[in-house]
């Protein structure tokens, strides 16, 4: 007990005056808008800010592709948000395409395309892209990875 007492003692008297901390809060976050925007720009805005808040101080070009980006995303400051463009996807008709335009779909060489030709022409045309299945070569997982570049 007298060796708590002394290290109290001695604690308090060596030690400076400890002082309470302040923690402010702070007035704004930066935040900085760039990609598909008509202007790239720095905004403060208030703290706990969400993405959608953001969008309001900024104008999208036609371009912008916000579909990967959640809205309700709370932001932090020195954060940066990039709009990304929208992506072109060709879309190749399976009933109209030569060999060449064929051989443009990922996993599809000049073998299958020929394949696909040749049974368009002896079957007539494809009623609907599953019908693409029916070609000696192509089966689910391969019609599966082309699917979206593929049109009628």
């Known amino acids: 007990m007298k060796i708590l007492l002394i290290f109290l003692f001695l604690f308090f008297i060596l030690c400076p005056q400890l ?11 930066r935040v900085y808008i760039k990609g598909e925007v008509d202007e790239e720009t720095d905004l403060c805005l208030e703290p706990y800010s969400t993405v959608l808040e953001a969008f309001k101080y900024v104008t999208l070009s036609n371009d912008a592709d916000t579909s990967s980006i959640n809205e309700s995303t709370i932001l ?20 109209f395409a030569t060999v060449d335009e064929l051989c443009m779909l990922k996993g599809i060489g000049v073998s299958t395309a020929k394949k696909i030709v040749r049974y368009r022409i002896d079957h007539g045309l494809f009623q609907t892209l599953e019908d693409l299945m029916n070609v000696p070569g192509i089966k689910q997982a391969r019609f599966n990875q082309i699917k979206d570049q593929l049109s009628l």
């Open 19 to 29: 002082q309470p901390v302040s923690i402010s809060k702070a007035s704004c976050i």
């Open 76 to 95: 932090a400051d020195g954060d940066v948000l990039i709009i990304p463009k929208q992506k072109q996807v060709i879309k190749v008709s399976i009933n």
